[in-house]
């Protein structure tokens, strides 16, 4: 038996991690182009949008019209993340199919990002996932900071847990592990993995790398040893920090394919038709993206 | 017992694969200031250069110069290619302490690349090999389009054993295997090394990884699980095609340095030295590298 799956689920976050950290602003009809391309591209999952307030992520105002202004495809789920209740009420008025609710494992950021403590955090979130669930959607919960905080360095295993525990306690359907500044490397992956898995099943855990110092697709090759299938990824790269050329956001979707395929793991998705989404919202970045595989396609 | 070393041995090949792949002309003078800050950095193999003739890689038409120029670290290999006799006396007059001789596992590339059908190539070789040794010289081989030629697509395993079986007869005392083009998949180096190790010993493979398609990470670490302990680099991902910004070379010395010592795993590298002869040629070429790594630090 290989140490590898024989099938991954790739869900897309570009629209939403993507281009909330882009600087170029993208128009409301350039995105819902390129999510309808997405959705011809076999990714199963998008995540389209967030229904945070404006005045925090501007570059995703038009959560809405986004929203309800995407072709929606048979068999794609289209997710986004909420805040808080309003938030979640925005959202089920667009009809998303999956919210995603968000916290942070380390306490600094859980407050840089959204301004209240982790003890705080539980209530509010525990508050949109049943008024989701008794809306008959499925949520996704999002720990950030998993292998290292900006303001804190290290988190601590314990901190990951308690925050997962929580959050698999309030049924969210998903936990997506994040290492939002790409710190991590794959003894690290292993060994948070080991105690999470050790505690919670394999299948309600997806993992979500950022590619910022190189280690991302190695930190996927690891957890598929983990027994990990479900990874968030964002196409080119999109989502690295705007001040730095060259710096990644999160893994790029078409390199995580184009290692996955060549590796004979299946996920479902049209490689012609990924390259053409890529080559589409490049051009509308008007730069070349950070991914590796984009690079060596022609325009 | 961990799946990984406790230790590598990082080869940095930037003076020579990254710097012969420039289109930005770089000063002798720049060379040598490079490789003596590189020799600051703990690194215990430079690969300063290659004596092929100008007429091929005008790029390092100054090897005797740069050979000759550099401050030598005493616990330091200094090596250089050699494609023939006649290189091999100009490199063992300018006092290299390594010569490394070259040959493809695909007969196009090997062709196009030296001019000559892999039959030809092996008694030219074995030449080298020879009067390198009587010359008390220690021999590296390298072998390329190990995973993919860029002319023909997939090389037979049996290619590359083939080679490889002829190079270690020869004596080399060090076989790098290459994917030149970038296009290896880890599932494919294991397929690969599991076979060449089951006919050569392990101490005598080093593996040589471009970063093209972003794998040459997650290559790596499933090389190391294979037994592999030294990889070749270029510090900054130097090597890229000029024509692709963006577009990576070898393996970013740097991201294999981070990831490697995230994961315990000793180099003798110093991280901050690295960086300071990093910065150094990114600013005589003038753009930013590939490098993953790089683009957190400051400038």
Redesign the interface.
């Known amino acids: 038996m290989s140490r590898?799956p024989a099938k991954v689920t790739v869900k897309e976050v570009g629209p939403r991690d993507g281009l909330q950290n882009e600087a170029t602003p993208i128009a409301t009809a350039d995105k819902i182009a390129w999510i309808n391309l997405l959705s011809e591209t076999g990714l199963s999952y998008i995540e389209v949008t967030s229904f945070v307030h404006p005045k925090w992520i501007p570059q995703l105002a038009d959560a809405v019209e986004v929203a309800e202004g995407i072709r929606r495809k048979a068999g794609v789920t289209y997710a986004a993340l909420v805040p808080n209740e309003k938030g979640l009420e925005r959202a089920l008025g667009a009809g998303v199919d999956e919210v995603g609710v968000f916290m942070s494992a380390s306490e600094a950021h859980n407050q840089k990002n959204i301004n209240k403590t982790i003890a705080a955090t539980f209530p509010v979130l525990e508050a949109v996932v049943k008024t989701a669930k008794q809306a008959g959607k499925t949520v996704r919960g999002y720990v950030s900071t998993v292998f290292g905080c900006p303001y804190e360095g290290p988190v601590a295993v314990d901190q990951v847990l308690m925050v997962a525990d929580r959050l698999l306690a309030m049924e969210v359907d998903e936990l997506s592990l994040g290492d939002t500044i790409g710190?991590?490397?794959?003894?690290?992956v292993e060994d948070v993995l080991a105690e999470v898995l050790r505690r919670f099943p394999v299948e309600r855990i997806a993992m979500h790398f950022h590619?910022?110092?190189?280690?991302a697709?190695?930190n996927?090759?690891?957890s598929m040893e983990m027994g990990i299938t479900t990874f968030d990824s964002s196409l080119g790269g999109l989502g690295?920090c705007p001040y730095?050329?060259?710096?990644?956001g999160n893994v790029?979707t078409d390199?995580l394919v184009?290692?996955l395929h060549?590796?004979?793991i299946e996920t479902g998705i049209d490689v012609e038709q990924l390259t053409k989404a890529a080559l589409f919202i490049r051009d509308k970045i008007g730069r070349?993206l950070?991914?590796?595989?984009l690079?060596?396609v022609g325009s």
Do not use: E, F, H, N
């Not at 710190?183 to 690290?188: G, H």
């Open positions: 590898w710190v991590a490397t794959p003894k690290q590619d910022t110092r190189g280690t697709l190695a996927i090759l690891v690295g730095a050329p060259g710096a990644s790029a390199d184009y290692m060549g590796m004979g070349p950070p991914s590796r595989y690079q060596t």
